[in-house]
Structure formats: C-alpha cells, structure tokens
C-alpha cells in the first residue's frame, strides 16, 4: 500500500479564441454540429438510461425556435430507483481507496481539458448563452480547476491527524455520509454542475443530480464524460425533470444524508424547511450545504479613479448578462465621481453588441428562457415609471427571436428603489450617486439594505478607506474585491461563498467543502492496556 500526495496543481490555462487561433476554428465547427443535430436525454440510473416518455424540450435561449434536445423527465418512480442505486453505489465506492477515487476525477479533468473541452463549451454556449470566452471560463477552466485542486485538498484532509502520547496511536478517518447526497445544480455555471456532484463523490458519497432544465445540454455531456472516466455506474444518477417532485422524494427517504444546492434563496429555503420537517425519518442530521441569491454591491470611495471603476462596473455587472451570483447589481458612487464614471459607462455600453453566441463578436447575449425576459424587463418597466429613477442606458428587450435585454444601468435618486434592493439576475445595474462628504454613512446605508452577503467591491486610492470599508462590511460579502470587479472567483485562489440569506459560506473551491461531505471518526489504540483498575492516588 502507497501513500500518496497530489501536488498543488496550477490553474487551467484560458484559451484565448482570437481570430486565427486553432481552439476558435475547433470550437466554431463544434458549434456548427452541435446546432445541426437534436439530441434526446434520458434519465440514467445506475448507468442504465430510462425513457418515461414525458417529454420536454431543450432550446437555445438566443434563437428559442431551435430545439437541441428533447429530454425524458424523472417521477417519484424514478427517484426511489436512484435512491436505491446510489445506495447499493456507495458500498464499493467508499471502499475504493481515495486516490484511486481521485484518479477519476483527474481524467474527468483531462479529458474536459483536451477531448472534450470543444464538445463542453460548444454545449455551454448554445444551451446557456454564453459566449466562448464566459464559456472557456466556465465548463473549461472552472471546470477542471475544481477536479485537480479538490484532489490535492483531499490529500491534506486524510493526512491530517492527531497527536499520539507514548504507548497510545490515535487516528482519525474521514468516512463519507450514510446515505445519499443531492446535488441540485444551476443554469448559470456548467462548472458548478459537475462540483456539487463530484466533490461529494471525491470524498465517497454518491449523489442523485437534479440538473437545471435550462442546462441540460452542456450537463448531459458531462454525464457521458463522467462514464467514460471510468465513474462507476449509481454514483451520480441523472434526474432531469420537475424539481419539487424530485426534491419531495428525494428529502422523504431514510437515505437522504446530504444536500448540495446552488440556486434561489427561496428554494433552498423550501429544500431546508422539508429536511427539517423530516429529520425523525432520516438516520443522520443530513449536511445542508447552499449558495443562494446575492444583490452584490461596488461601493466607490471619493479618492476612487473613474475609468478603472466604469469598467468593473460593465464586466462585473454585464459578462454573461448579469447571471451570475457575483455579478454586480448596485452601486454606490460618490457625487464628486459620478459624472466621469457615467461617460466612461455609457461610452463603454455604447459600443458593446447584443445577439447569438455564434457570432464572436457579440460581447452580450440571451438570457436564459422567457420567465426570466418577463421578471427582468418588468424591473426594467418600474424604473420607467417612476420618478424615483432614470435609466441612462439600454433599458428596451426583444423576445420575437431571443431573449434579448439590453445592458441597462438606471440612476436612482432613492437608494431604496426596488432595483437597489431586490435580486433581478439578469443585465440591471443601479447606482446610487452618494454625497460625497457621507462616506461612513453610505457604507452603512449598504451594510443594511440587502438580506444578501455573497460579494461586493471597494474602489478606492485611500488604502484607510478600503480598510475601513472592509471593516465596516465584515458579513455584507463572503468574497469582497480591492479595485476589481466583483465576479470571477477563482479555483484555489478565492474560494468561493457568502453567508447571510446567500447560502452557508462552505467555500467552493477549498478544502472547507470537501469537509462537509465526511463524518470523522476518531480512532484511539492502546498499545499497553492498563492491568489495574487502581490509580497511583488510591495508595
């Protein structure tokens, strides 16, 4: 038997997809397959594929007319199938050695970094909207940087052991759950998809996947890359379908030992709400692990630079038309720098281009199906209205072809509108341009307006105000940003999770998560049993 440590790995280089290069032909002509052809998705349990016949459609959200997949949707039938597979899984799962269970996390890697890193991003940008480079960051890099560094971090967790006094050997092992995780998984990230199963998996857990509807494209490509790794058969199982049903099954068996959720707060409200109601049933507390909804601010100091801010302000708020946790949705800017900022945005804004994935020189595409067109357009609507707000930018959507939302940045004079307070998810930016003289006052104007913590930006020259404004919004971000924007975490570098209503702060991308998927049992052995009740004392 080998003792074995993978070493620190480096992130994943990101490709560039210039005019010229061989990854921008390879991907282009994936694209042009990958839209020639309509797939059909089945439910896998157990590695066996299930046709229930109660079909639903795949589109691309840039073009709602062309269907990529027709899917098969899992009942309470189908769960209790999966249940029963992914339990009979993780007898032999478990008792795999970790490394070799690592083994398969690093070809998963490889092969998404090379065979497949075409097929995965094609998949990303046609099923989700994202254009080559949000997907090159995503189901590439993102992606593979989970699978290696979670290795490493999972060769640090098993060799960390306690202190042993002379005569006595004390051990500690890291057992998996008892039972069954479920990972519900997003639209918005592929990455997070293929993390919120396998970093339960890595540590011998087997999962039952409920994958977003609106991601089912790239995410069934990821199942098959799962398999051809070598993961054995039951320990993901594959439930597209309605997530109520899925999620009531799933929490109401005996077996359900853990959940790892990214989504609406309110959904994993209602996901903990029934884990609580059903805890007698369950042979364990199960771990609830969620990142959730954020209303991610940038706060401007009056010594911060205006160009340097309008473009965090545009990437942050804009890349992947605002659908990310992170994105940036408000912004408090100081009287004194708001004019300047406010050209430099709406120059910027002025030369970015709206349309389909496909057309590479589209820095703004679709967002994701019509319920989300409607709610963001509608925010967009209430601004119009009021006197309370001006937009300065964007501000119209089309939806005959696509679901277009045009990038739109709304001045408010209250710092309480409904778009400074309220999670939209989509490309709305607001800002509030604050007295200049009232720097400690708007940070805690900020602190108190959002339910939400996941992260925010400090812009500032003054290095006491970033301090001072870090301080003063110790729990407003999990993740908070000097002088950048406020997305783009990455793998080993800024692990990543918010606590307040943005979830349980367990650090994707660390060991802290990995952490939440073992149950350690500590271990002593007695090298020379004592044989003699008597202690010296009793002389």
Known sequence: MTIYHFPYPANEPIKSYAPGTAERKELQEELTRLSSETIEIPVI?????????????????????????????????????????????QKEWERLPWEERAAIMLRIAELASKKYRALLNAATMLGQSKNAFQAEIDSACENIDFLRFNAHYAGRIYAEQPHSETGVINRMEYRPLEGFVLAVTPFNFTAIASNLNLSPVLMGNATLWKPATTALFSNYYLMKIFKEA???????????GAGRIIGNAALASRHFAGLHF???????????????????????????????????????????????????????????QGQKCSASSRAYIPSNRWPEVKQYLCDMLATVKTGDVRDFGNYHNAVIDETSFDTIMNYIG??????????????????????????????????HFVTMEEEIFGPVLSVYAYPEKEWEETLQLLDETSPYGLTGAIFAEDRYALWQAAQRLKYAAGNIYFNDKSTGAVVGQQPFGGARRSGTNDKAGSHLNLLRWTTPRAIKECLAPPADYRYPFLS
């Open 45 to 89: 349990i157990g590695g066996r594929e299930v046709r229930t016949g109660d079909t639903g459609t795949v589109v691309m959200p840039h073009d709602h007319r062309h269907v990529l997949a027709t899917y098969h949707k899992a009942g309470a039938k189908e769960v209790e199938a999966a249940i029963a597979a992914a339990v009979k899984a």
């Open 230 to 240: 070598g993961l054995p058969d039951g320990v993901v199982n594959f439930l597209p």
């Open 262 to 320: 990214t989504g609406s707060t309110a959904t994993f409200d209602h996901l903990w709400q029934t884990a609580g109601k059903n805890l007698s049933t369950y042979r364990s507390y199960p771990r609830l692990v969620g990142e959730t909804g954020g209303k991610d601010f940038v706060i401007a100091h009056p010594s911060a630079k205006a160009q340097e801010l309008a473009v965090a302000l545009v990437r942050g708020s804009f890349e992947y």
């Open 382 to 415: 209430r601004a119009h209205s009021s006197p309370a707000a001006s937009i300065i930018a964007g501000g119209t959507g089309d939806k005959s072809q696509g679901y277009f939302v045009q990038p739109t940045v709304i001045e408010v004079k209250d710092p």
